[in-house]
DNA sequence: CGATATCTGGACCGATCAGTCCTGAAAGGA
DNA sequence: TCCTTTCAGGACTGATCGGTCCAGATATCG
């Protein structure tokens, strides 16, 4: 077995780890017929099949239809359905934080951030939109109680959207910006649990106009 | 037909309304023998089923160790798995309505009323409680968006709990007690988000004391 | 008693599930 | 050209799905 020696010698990602030097082991070129098709835009159809029906509903034939692939290529691909699940919700959170980081960049009037966040999602969870409903959450529901990775990415986009919020939050505050008595992290914890749950009730299709005004209330109990 | 004729008759619930008059059908002594098994406790079991492992996961082996009934008793007394669940999510709502109307009853300082009702959310979505997730919203996610009865009933629920949050929050704001600017019926629907989206992100078992900081700051924003 | 309806327990149904394997063609590098 | 790999398409596996049906026992009624 390799690394197995006195030298404790340990390979991670190509990389070789020796007397606490590394080498990298060259990419070996590809033999064979190359893949034809997108890896990438596979991953994105198939979030597609799952945002929409969930993990469990979501039947092998769906998945094909979506991405065009065989059977046989797609097991080569992803090894198998949980894997491509990963992968498809791994997607969707990277989609999700660069959104946050726009949205929310340093760079940007904390507020005018903060709104526009809000803005996407009361988008995203007003009328047919909400009806659709969120990866994230429907996989929390469905699987975080039992798929110790699953429960990993579900916490850790919560940990992100909250730090960014916080972020924001702590930015506006020093800019005076923020009401009497708001402590940023406590705020962003509130204002997650709050999309989160809009996300929830935008299932039953909310007209947009109350869901926007429910959230500019919100945010209006936060701003000076 | 009945009620075809002239005489506009027609019959609900074993009532027969006729000439504007309603007569009682007495109920038919039952023949055979009687059912031996408590129906509304096998709902309930059959609720901390889907409760836990959700609609699509949940298989019937599941249900009828979980009810200790055979499949011809679960069939003959229920119909269906779906017709089942259906009474099991009337079960989860109809707890969930009768604790609200407890804890927010009108005889009670609505204040106060509003903080164990958001103590009871803190609880049952922080540690071990919280990662166990909620009936409710994991149905939303999951088939609300498929399933029209499910739908009707999801919408339902949030309609009650609005009204009931409304309902207190106008007590509160008569007897003085709510901050400048806070609108009973826009508040609810903030409260009503929060708490959800607590039972979403609660779905990582956060510790008890955060969620309970997070709900008092909220509360705090909306009272004097 | 006879009719009716439920009980347990299991056999059985067709459909579908995720996943494996195969064939024969095609596409690249050596 | 030869080797390797992916391609499309489908056959196939064993397991499980929701649901039906049956036999024989049992319980309550008229």
């Known amino acids: 077995m390799i690394g197995d020696g006195a030298a404790a010698l340990a390979i991670k990602d190509r990389l070789v780890y020796i007397y606490g030097m590394s080498l990298q ?9 190359p893949r034809s098709f997108d890896m990438e835009a596979a991953v994105e159809r198939a979030m597609g099949v799952f945002w929409s029906r969930g993990y469990h509903a979501t039947a092998l034939p769906d998945l094909l239809r979506a991405t065009k692939l065989s059977r046989g ?8 359905k949980h894997s491509l699940f990963l992968r498809a919700l791994d997607r969707y959170i990277a989609d999700a934080v660069t959104r946050m980081d726009i949205e929310l960049a340093p760079r940007r009037e904390p507020v005018d951030g903060l709104r526009a966040w809000l803005a996407g999602y009361v988008d995203r969870t007003s009328g047919a939109h909400g009806r659709r409903g969120c990866l994230l959450v429907a996989t929390a529901m469905e699987l975080a109680g039992q798929d110790a990775e699953v429960a990993r990415r579900v916490a850790g986009f919560f940990k992100a959207m909250e730090t960014r919020v916080a972020d924001a939050l702590s930015r506006a505050k020093a800019a005076g910006k923020l009401a009497d008595g708001v402590e940023p992290s406590g705020a962003a914890r509130i204002l997650v649990c709050f999309v989160e749950g809009l996300r929830v009730v935008g299932k039953t299709a909310p007209p947009r106009v109350t869901s926007q005004a429910t959230a500019d209330a919100l945010l209006y109990r936060f701003i000076r």
């Open 25 to 33: 082991i060259p990419e070996k070129p590809p033999r064979g017929r």
């Open 73 to 80: 290529s797609l097991y080569a691909a992803f090894g198998d």
